[in-house]
């Protein structure tokens, strides 16, 4: 068993994080998706050439330039289509982990919250070895961190590896929250959180960085979640039980999927693409599907 990838402890240490550099070299290609188009005038990136090599027609999606529709295919296949340009740029990211308190479980790999953070290391350390800028914002509770652009990476990865420590677990928050007035435009936010509640407050707010960013959410699901056995369940370090049953797992589970549902419509209704995939999957196979999707470079 690869223990970086599957660690033996769900709590990561600063050591689990930077040895996940070593795997981020092997990560592959990106795919090459089109900037997020703003008002005129206004730059969205720093461009290192002049792209005008075509690199391939694909289906459109929202975010792309109409002027770049290609026509004829569009014609023949009856599916609109675009042509992607090969551009030089400086791929500026920033990734944004919120994690609830719920966020501090699994039930056979490891917990959603240190494989969060395992996305979240081997994206940074791809940045690191190409060189492109990464900024991070991180929230423990009240205790919230913003870093325009990561330069001591030493501090990153405690910051990061302090973030599964399950003491941690009774100070996660009820719903998502991020800091007002972030000044990003023309950046790849990419948020890593497994909160389903946004007040309208943070809907703004998620609103106004979708206006100028191309924004995903990423998060994970433990489907094994709701066939836990009957039986009374103590977290560890805690004096409170859980009685599982055939009737609250019923409960729980569809509150689960009404939350899921209401929240991918409202984060569609506002621009931002919500991505789910399995905590039981390793943390390279995801970042390589999110390279191949195009959500980070």
Not at 57 to 81: F, I, K, L, N
Not at 151 to 156: E, G, K, L, R, S
Not at 245 to 266: G, M, P, T
């Amino acid at each position: 068993m690869d223990t970086v990838l599957i660690p033996t402890s769900p709590e990561l240490t600063e050591s689990d994080i930077q040895l996940l550099s070593s795997y981020a070299k092997q990560l592959g290609k990106a795919r090459s998706l089109p900037r997020k188009a703003v008002r005129s005038g206004q730059n969205l990136s720093k461009k290192k050439g002049h792209g005008i090599e075509l690199q391939e027609v694909r289906p459109y999606v929202a975010s792309d330039e109409v002027r770049h529709m290609d026509w004829r295919v569009t014609a023949r296949t009856g599916t609109p289509h675009t042509r992607v340009y090969t551009e030089d740029m400086e791929h500026r990211t920033c990734i944004i982990c919120n994690l609830s308190k719920d966020a501090y479980f699994g039930t056979q790999t490891t917990f959603i919250s240190s494989r969060l953070v395992q996305i979240a290391a081997l994206i940074g350390w791809r940045h690191y070895q190409l060189r492109n800028p990464l900024g991070m914002i991180t929230s423990i509770g009240h205790d919230a961190e913003v870093i325009p652009t990561i330069t001591n990476w030493q501090a990153w990865s405690e910051r990061l590896a302090s973030l599964t420590q399950i003491i941690n677990r009774p100070y996660g928050k009820a719903s998502f929250s991020m800091p007002n007035q972030l000044k990003l435009k023309g950046t790849n936010v990419l948020i890593l959180s497994d909160q389903l509640e946004i007040d309208d407050i943070n809907r703004a707010r998620l609103a106004r960085l979708a206006q100028h960013n191309r924004v995903h959410w990423v998060s994970l699901e433990d489907t094994n979640t709701f066939l836990i056995p009957d039986g009374v369940y103590q977290f560890n370090s805690q004096d409170t039980t859980q009685q599982i049953s055939q009737a609250n797992r019923d409960i729980a589970q569809q509150r689960y999927l009404e939350q899921e549902s209401h929240h991918q419509k409202l984060l569609s209704s506002i621009g931002i693409t919500k991505l789910t995939f399995s905590v039981n999957d390793s943390p390279v196979s995801l970042v390589k599907t999110l390279l191949s999707m195009g959500v980070v470079h």
